[in-house]
């Protein structure tokens, strides 16, 4: 992995054999973001999204393997309990043009992955809202 930082931009380079979130969270605890919109594309081999089950209140991953373009790749950066707190939806593609996707649990680039931090000055923290069963902004006082 490797990346540039022009002002509010963070332009990232995630190489074959590595996991995107592992490096997104490696650039932001770097570059100290605390709040930033995220978007990539690239080529994926392997892959887990996961559903989120309002009823039950968990979520219901699938694990995909093979040859898969990312056709979208976007999110956002936060913090929970003053610790980066990544929220990213993927979506892949195969070679039969069938698309897969939901929220982000694990990625392993089998090509490269080209990504976009845009950081926003501020903080907006997260907080579980139990009868919702997720984390949620918490938006502080500035």
Same mark, same amino acid.
Do not use: W
């Given at each position: 992995? %490797?990346?540039?930082?022009? *002002?509010?931009? $963070?332009?990232?380079?995630?190489?074959?054999?590595?996991?995107? &979130?592992?490096? &997104?969270?490696?650039?932001?605890?770097? =570059?100290?973001? +605390? &709040?930033?919109?995220?978007?990539?594309?690239?080529?994926?081999?392997?892959?887990?999204?996961?559903?989120? %089950?309002?009823?039950? +209140?968990?979520?219901?991953? #699938?694990?995909?393997?093979?040859?898969?373009?990312?056709? #979208? @790749?976007?999110? #956002? $950066?936060?913090?929970?309990?003053? +610790?980066?707190?990544?929220?990213?939806?993927?979506?892949?593609? %195969?070679? =039969?043009?069938?698309?897969?996707?939901?929220? &982000?649990?694990?990625?392993?680039?089998?090509?490269?992955?080209?990504?976009? $931090?845009?950081? $926003?000055?501020?903080?907006? *923290?997260?907080?579980?809202?139990? *009868?919702?069963? @997720?984390?949620?902004?918490?938006? @502080?006082?500035?």
């Amino acid at each position: 992995m %490797d990346y540039r930082r022009f *002002e509010n931009t $963070i332009v990232v380079r995630i190489d074959k054999g590595e996991e995107i &979130l592992e490096n &997104l969270v490696k650039v932001c605890e770097k =570059e100290n973001v +605390k &709040l930033a919109n995220v978007n990539a594309l690239g080529a994926i081999g392997e892959f887990t999204v996961g559903l989120f %089950d309002t009823k039950q +209140k968990q979520y219901f991953s #699938s694990t995909y393997t093979g040859d898969f373009e990312i056709v #979208s @790749l976007t999110g #956002s $950066i936060t913090t929970k309990e003053g +610790k980066t707190y990544t929220h990213i939806h993927l979506s892949a593609g %195969d070679k =039969e043009n069938k698309v897969y996707g939901g929220h &982000l649990n694990k990625a392993i680039v089998s090509a490269t992955c080209e990504m976009f $931090i845009q950081v $926003i000055p501020g903080r907006v *923290e997260r907080k579980l809202d139990k *009868e919702v069963g @997720l984390n949620l902004f918490e938006f @502080l006082e500035n």
